[in-house]
């Protein structure tokens, strides 16, 4: 199983990013697919979660409405819509699949 995240980087507050997820080694259309997030001395929290066929979607509080997440199973990737960035979104980004691997994570940067 490999995950590998793209797409982190340093963006302005109220600046847009779209991190992705490239899956390989399992049918990644059989599997719900996570989001996390970790900041600096902070635990690791999930951000969105979306099931095998995109039918259910859920969202940490903290980032409703300005987040989305989205798949596309022909591809074998994941996405994450990000607007409306805020410092409190900083820190690192993990892909996770619902067989429990983890990518190696994208720094995401939100700074003036």
């Known amino acids: 199983v490999q995950l590998v995240e793209s797409g982190g980087g340093l963006v302005q507050p109220g600046g847009s990013l779209r991190l992705s997820c490239a899956a390989s080694g399992f049918t990644f259309s059989n599997y719900g697919m996570s989001w996390y997030r970790q900041a600096p001395g902070k635990e690791r929290e999930l951000v969105a979660h979306?099931?095998?066929?995109?039918?259910?979607?859920k969202y940490a509080d903290s980032v409703k409405g300005r987040f989305t997440i989205s798949r596309d199973n022909s591809k074998n990737t994941v996405s994450l819509q990000m607007n409306s960035l805020k410092p409190d979104d900083t820190g690192v980004y993990y892909c996770?699949?619902?067989?429990?691997?983890w990518g190696q994570g994208t720094q995401v940067t939100v700074s003036s």
């Open positions: 979306i099931s095998f066929a995109g039918v259910i979607i």
């Open positions: 996770k699949s619902g067989g429990g691997s």
